[in-house]
């Protein structure tokens, strides 16, 4: 045992690619292991259906060509036999090494009562997407979060902007592989933008009125806290400067 | 810790009789005595439970532990009637402006406690998204150290908090307690002080993964530790 490897090695070797995986091939026919909506799939997309794993026994992936996203997952919403009307998940996979992001879609279907894992595989370089707002209206702020944290662009979404980060936020996608955990700038640089945001990020604008004083404090250093008029010793200094003048 | 050090020249009375001189005189120990002893028992807290740490402040405030033994009847929620911030948790970046214009909300006298290790120090999460101790954007009095801290250990500070008010003395006050215009919505460190708190720590010093499969161009500077 002590020539084996450790139990920790694969936890330093890291996250491998879905394709390195050693999942127990599926067997289609077996009617334990099927999934009704793989096979559906299969019939009616043919070549578009990548590849299909199972893991932690009875979870099923299908992965599938980013460009055909909207076609598949709509035909999966509205098909009869399938009818995923729940969007439980929209998420992104980054598993470093320059491998292709993965866009996660969990479907699950209220009226079959089963659930299904679609999988897009988008290259570093195009991460684009169309966006399934229109299929479901959970996907709005779920595809926003992964456009803030992955960089993805999810095209035909009504509202993408950041939604975790700050609007300002200058460093990249904090969940990429290639970003650094303590983040791109210095700790003071971060702070001081962390500090000069503006405040209508954060409150309404009656509130920034209520509080508005704050933000305008009168000095009180000394002689100058007191009213005009009543420092008579200043005032005469004053008076004798431009005078001198 | 964030209250000005200066200590004024003390201001000679204009009645000697009274005032005595260069040594404490008698009214002004007594009004000193009686101001400090007002505001020490009638703390007011402003709240600020972001994380685990605020449980534990509700549990001091609860009646197992009971903060109004000491004056502090009431949670202020409001910082304009607030007089001690207790920011309980970790702080984000994002929230960083917040914590900052509360404090600058919060009428002189105030006081503040950072409670635990995350807002003392950012805690384990050396992160790009926290800030590394509440004490680079606000002034803290007392820091009071767990994770989270016991209730009694915030009894604890707040108790400091009290001896630190009960040793002022009011012809100091006007200097102790002034508020710096320029100072509002800025960070109260400057870059080199947050550079000489926030340096990595743990695992934020190996950035990379073992395999280097995992390129993450981590930042390196002249302070950090290698791995």
Not at chain 1, 81 to 96: C, M, S
């Amino acid at each position: 045992m002590a020539d084996d490897k450790s139990s920790f090695d694969s936890v330093a070797e890291g996250p491998r690619p879905s394709s390195e995986v050693t999942v127990s091939p599926v067997k289609v026919d077996s009617p334990a292991r099927a999934h009704p909506s793989v096979t559906a799939l299969t019939d009616q997309f043919g070549e578009a259906i990548l590849r299909h794993e199972v893991v932690a026994t009875d979870q099923h992936i299908v992965f599938i060509p980013p460009d055909r996203n909207l076609e598949i997952l709509s035909w999966l919403r509205d098909d009869l036999d399938q009818q995923y009307d729940l969007l439980r998940d929209v998420t992104a996979v980054d598993y470093g090494g320059g491998r292709p992001l993965q866009v996660v879609y969990q479907l699950f279907s209220l009226f079959h009562k089963q659930a299904l894992r679609v999988k897009c595989e988008l290259p570093l370089d195009a991460l684009e997407i169309e966006s399934v707002c229109g299929l479901w209206m959970a996907a709005n702020w779920l595809e926003r979060e992964v456009y803030d944290l992955f960089g993805i662009t999810f095209k035909n979404h009504p509202d993408l902007r950041r939604i975790l980060m700050p609007p300002d936020y200058a460093e990249g996608h904090p969940l990429r592989k290639d970003f650094p955990l303590r983040g791109r700038f210095s700790r003071a640089e971060q702070t001081r933008r962390a500090l000069s945001q503006d405040l209508k990020h954060y409150y309404f604008d009656d509130e920034i009125e209520l509080g508005g004083e704050s933000q305008a404090l009168p000095p009180m250093d000394g002689p100058q806290a007191l009213p005009s008029g009543e420092n008579e010793a200043e005032a005469e200094v004053e008076t004798g400067v431009e005078a001198s003048e | 810790m964030g209250l000005i050090d200066k200590v004024p020249p003390r201001v000679v009375g204009e009645s000697p009789a009274l005032l005595g001189e260069g040594t404490p005189a008698f009214l002004t120990s007594k009004i000193d005595f009686l101001v400090n002893w007002s505001r020490r028992n009638s703390l007011w807290p402003m709240p600020l439970g972001t994380a685990c740490c605020g449980i534990e402040m509700m549990a001091a405030f609860a009646s197992d532990f009971d903060l109004a033994r000491f004056g502090m009847e009431r949670m202020s929620f409001s910082p304009r009637q607030a007089d001690v911030l207790i920011c309980a948790g970790r702080v984000t970046y994002k929230f960083a402006p917040v914590l900052r214009r509360i404090w600058d909300q919060m009428t002189q006298p105030k006081w503040c406690v950072s409670m635990g290790a995350c807002a003392s120090t950012g805690g384990v999460f050396d992160v790009y998204s926290m800030v590394q101790g509440i004490d680079t954007v606000i002034p803290v009095d007392v820091y009071v150290p767990g994770c989270p801290p016991r209730p009694e250990s915030l009894i604890y500070a707040l108790m400091m908090i009290q001896e630190k008010i009960r040793q002022e003395k009011l012809d100091q006050h006007a200097i102790l307690r002034a508020e710096d215009p320029a100072a509002v919505a800025k960070p109260r460190a400057d870059a080199e002080e947050i550079a000489s708190v926030s340096g990595p720590f743990g695992n934020s010093t190996q950035q990379n993964r073992v395999s280097g499969s995992v390129r993450t161009d981590a930042i390196s500077r002249p302070g950090d530790r290698i791995p």
